[in-house]
Nanobody, 116 residues
Framework: QVRLVESGGGLVQPGGSLTLSCVASGIIFRFTIMDWYRQTPGKERELVARINSVGNTYYADFVRGRFTISRDNDKNAVYLQMNSLNPEDTAVYYC??????????WGQGTQVTVSK
């Protein structure tokens, strides 16, 4: 069974930085495209960034230039380095595979709060 465990969230002031981590188990991680998503109350979960098996990346417009996604296949981990955070980045952040029939269940996510 696939398990996704996110960590690294917290409270940070505007302009600050955080690095999120996601460790996956139960999948052949090195061949898997991995995404970071975020969700705020009352809104749908939205794609933040994506990285494929060879390290090619995609970023949503609202984070491009501020966030960096990376992966460590030896650790079955994907990371999200977040810089220049602003209050609009406050959300629960999740990792997962792209939509599809093999997509695992969502993990618990990690809360990021950007506030003075």
């Amino acid at each position: 069974q696939v398990r996704l465990v996110e960590s690294g969230g917290g409270l940070v002031q505007p302009g600050g930085s955080l690095t999120l981590s996601c460790v996956a188990s139960g999948i052949i991680f090195r061949f898997t495209i991995m995404d970071w998503y975020r969700q705020t109350p009352g809104k749908e979960r939205e794609l933040v960034a994506r990285i494929n098996s060879v390290g090619n990346t995609y970023y949503a417009d609202f984070v491009r230039g501020r966030f960096t996604i990376s992966r460590d296949n030896d650790k079955n981990a994907v990371y999200l380095q977040m810089n220049s955070l602003n209050p609009e980045d406050t959300a629960v952040y999740y990792c997962n595979q792209p939509p599809g029939p093999e997509r695992p269940s969502w993990g618990q996510g990690t809360q990021v709060t950007v506030s003075k």
